[in-house]
DNA sequence: ACGACCGTTCAAGAAAATTTGAACAAACTG
DNA sequence: CAGTTTGTTCAAATTTTCTTGAACGGTCGT
């Protein structure tokens, strides 16, 4: 009798032999996407398809990398969403098809057009709504908390123009321009 | 008899009129930092100490952000072993004081250093791997499979060529030189 | 050396997220 | 139109992460 060890290779499927790189490369994207706040399993999904020269099913996805068809079918829809994976039709197929977006560069931009963008002038808005609330506290203050709210609204005020700073570079990344850090610096010089 | 809407103004403490625009800048802060993959309570504690004039106990940091000591301790080491909050001392006093490390460019560049480029020389790594795996398999293909495989080589070596840029960009960052997003762009170029 | 004070660690509990199977809905086929 | 096939949604279950209180260990003052 075959003993627990021995690996179910399930159904007749004959795995491709390239599966096994292909697992390798999907799973460090998925590694890279988690990190970067997605979910691990768009990574995976968008790899499997990028390194596929045809478009995939859903049921393939599912085969490929071992996933209910739920899982795919959620994580695949927020790819399509982010524009990362197109839909796809074939002539004759009731199912429907996934090719991946390949143009690397243009992923990256709408995300950070789209998130990280967003994230900084919210955190823009905070500081600056903090800064106001901070303002209208200045009335009958005496001298020692004068001069801590003095305090309190220099530092507000340079995370204010840092995080403008950081609004303006990731701006200049998104069109493409160059980017000098040093203007992230240079506002912590003058103090 | 009070009605249940009425704040628990707990203990004897009279808190100070900047703790609302304190917390709301610390809370900013600490969703930025999630988002960034660290604590939330990492980017609230070094917000709070940031906008101190005066070291802080972590009594009274627990006591600003309602935390209990334990998750004090936790968050306040790790902003430490990021060098974000330095330990300092006063003579005559027992406890511990803790200040923010006040230079967010030098932060971001450690960070930058210690987290970000590692993690994309793991997936440049991965990347190596997973196309060397694949080199392996290249013995008794048929066509379409010796297609397919090379299709696969192509785009492999187009994502490493990728995070090789990214690599180099974040060196430049780090460097606190020029960045030009162009050299990404261009790894995509000439297909 | 003893007791009080601080800070850290740990394991248990709570909260949040991911994952899954099943139910549902939609689109096509014969 | 009835029966398949395909894809999505939902709630339950699982896993993971976060939080907490208590135990522990170290340090200082008496």
Redesign the interface.
């Known amino acids: 009798m075959p003993t627990a060890a021995v690996k179910q290779q399930n159904h007749n499927d004959s795995k491709?032999?390239?599966r096994?790189?292909?697992l390798?490369?999907a799973?460090?994207?998925g590694?890279?996407m988690e990190?970067w706040?997605f979910r691990r399993h768009m990574g995976r999904l968008w790899?499997v398809l990028?390194?596929?020269?045809e478009a995939m099913t859903t049921a393939e996805l599912a085969e490929t990398l071992q996933l209910s068809s739920s899982a795919v079918s959620l994580s695949l829809g927020e790819l399509v969403r982010w524009g990362a994976v197109r839909k796809t039709w074939r002539p004759g197929e009731r199912k429907d098809f996934y090719q991946a977006e390949?143009?690397?560069?243009k992923l990256?931009r709408r995300v950070y057009e789209r998130r990280e963008l967003n994230?900084?002038r919210?955190?823009i808005d905070?500081?600056a709504?903090?800064?106001r609330?901070?303002e209208e506290?200045r009335d009958g203050?005496d001298a020692s908390?004068r001069?801590?709210?003095e305090?309190?609204r220099k530092?507000?005020s340079r995370?204010s123009a840092?995080s403008r700073a950081g609004e303006r570079l990731v701006q200049?990344?998104v069109a493409?321009?160059?980017?000098?850090?040093?203007e992230?610096?240079s506002v912590?010089d003058h103090d």
């Open positions: 491709p032999i390239w096994d790189p292909e390798r490369a799973d460090a994207m590694r890279l990190f706040g790899t990028y390194l596929s020269p390949s143009s690397v560069w990256l994230l900084i919210e955190t905070a500081f709504e903090a800064a609330d901070l506290t203050l908390e001069r801590r709210v305090f309190m530092r507000l995370l840092l200049m990344l493409g321009r160059i980017i000098n850090p040093a992230l610096v912590e």
